[in-house]
Each structure stands twice: as structure tokens, then as C-alpha cells.
């Protein structure tokens, strides 16, 4: 039984940092592709950040580039992400999310019907 649980979320004021971590169990971890999502009240689920299986390639949205860091310790079977600089429009429920559908690939997919299993969320607030 494949469970990822997300920790970390809160509430920051503008220019803060927070760092989400995803602690993953019942699947072969390092062989996945592994990704960040949020969604916001009222809208879609959106793509955040993205890492590939053995954490050489990252993805980012461009509304968080530069400001947000994913990451990952295959050996903890846990991916994190960093952020920084947060703005109110970051606020969200933080999901997290595998891609269990290709094992070691070098796709990674930025939409979240590609995922197969999700976290329950986190929520991130920034106040202004």
C-alpha cells in the first residue's frame, strides 16, 4: 500500500520560507519520478515542481522558478521542497505525488493525471 504524507505547511508572512517534506512508503522510492502540486481554493490543481528518479533533473512552474528548490534523499525515501521568498499568490494546499507509471524515465510529466498516487496536502498560507 503506496503512502506519501506531507508535513511542513503553515502560515508565513510574505518573503518567508517554508520547507514541505513528502515521506514515501509501500513503493520502490528511488525508481520514480516524484512531484510537487498545489491547489488553491477555487481553482485547478497546478504543477509546482518535478524530480526524476534519482534527483538529476527538476522541473519548476515558472511562477515559482528561481524561488523554490526540490529535492530528494532516496535513502530516507522522502522528497522535500524549499521555499523561498513566498508570496501570498503561493498559498495552497501543498500535494505531493508519484509517477509510478515508468519506472526510471526521463519524462517528467508536469500533469496530474500522469501521477498515480497523492499525499492528503499541506497547507501553506502567506500573509501579506
Known amino acids: 500500500q503506496v503512502q506519501l504524507v506531507e508535513s511542513g505547511g503553515g502560515l508565513v508572512q510574505v518573503g518567508g520560507s517554508l520547507r514541505l517534506s513528502c515521506a514515501a512508503s509501500?513503493?520502490?522510492?528511488?525508481?520514480?519520478?516524484m512531484g510537487w502540486f498545489r491547489q488553491a481554493p477555487g481553482k485547478e490543481r497546478e504543477f509546482v515542481a518535478i524530480?526524476?528518479?534519482?534527483?538529476?533533473?527538476?522541473l519548476y512552474a515558472d511562477s515559482v522558478k528561481g524561488r523554490f528548490t526540490i529535492s530528494r534523499d532516496n535513502a530516507k525515501n522522502a522528497v522535500y521542497l524549499q521555499m523561498n521568498s513566498l508570496k501570498p499568490e503561493d498559498t495552497a494546499v501543498y500535494h505531493c505525488a508519484a509517477d509510478v507509471r515508468r519506472q526510471r524515465t526521463i519524462v517528467l510529466a508536469t500533469t496530474p493525471g500522469m501521477y498515480d498516487y497523492w499525499g492528503q496536502g499541506t497547507q501553506v498560507t502567506v500573509s501579506s
Open positions: 524530480i526524476s528518479w534519482g534527483g538529476a533533473r527538476t
Open positions: 509501500g513503493l520502490t522510492f528511488s525508481s520514480y519520478t
